[in-house]
């Protein structure tokens, strides 16, 4: 498998990602562009709670994505996996209502897309590194078998010595 190919699923997601999160940061700023006061947020689609932080948090996110889709979306993959996982589960530690990084409402759905969006970013990263990683598993595998290999053949030796020495040699 090419590089090129290795790459597609972080660069699915880098663009697939970027391109809802803008789209999410966009209405969401069509909707409450509200920076000062934590109470005036909005819930978007009636369930989504949004603000004006949260919106620039989305585009500047997706922004990101979509410029870093062709040449790192390994990276876009990895760090907006690790970020949303964190704020995902962070908000849902938190009580229901509580501000993420001063600014940021968390309500159980915006929770629950967080973690979405994290738990792809992760998966896509792995997806993409996939055999790398099982080469490796498999290098080890071939390392453990090679140390066994050789043990068997220790013993081996051994068991002729005591066969030479007991029968006189």
Request: glycine share 14%; aromatic share 12%; charged share 20%.
């Amino acid at each position: 498998m090419s590089p090129m190919e290795r790459t597609a699923y972080a660069r699915l997601y880098a663009t697939t990602a970027g391109a809802f999160l803008v789209l999410l940061g966009f209405v969401g700023l069509l909707e409450n562009t509200e920076f000062s006061a934590k109470e005036l947020t909005t819930e978007l689609f009636g369930f989504y709670a949004i603000n004006g932080w949260s919106g620039i948090f989305h585009v500047g996110a997706g922004l990101l994505g979509l410029l870093l889709a062709r040449p790192l979306p390994r990276l876009y993959a990895i760090v907006a996996g690790v970020v949303f996982t964190a704020l995902g589960i962070w908000g849902i530690l938190a009580a229901n209502g509580t501000w993420l990084l001063g600014g940021l409402p968390a309500n159980r759905w915006v929770n629950l897309i967080n973690l979405l969006i994290g738990i792809a970013g992760i998966v896509a990263y792995t997806a993409s590194r996939w055999d790398r990683i099982s080469g490796w598993a498999g290098g080890l595998e071939s390392r453990f078998e090679a140390r066994a290999e050789t043990r068997r053949q220790k013993r081996r030796r051994r068991k002729i010595r005591k066969r030479r020495t007991a029968a006189g040699g």
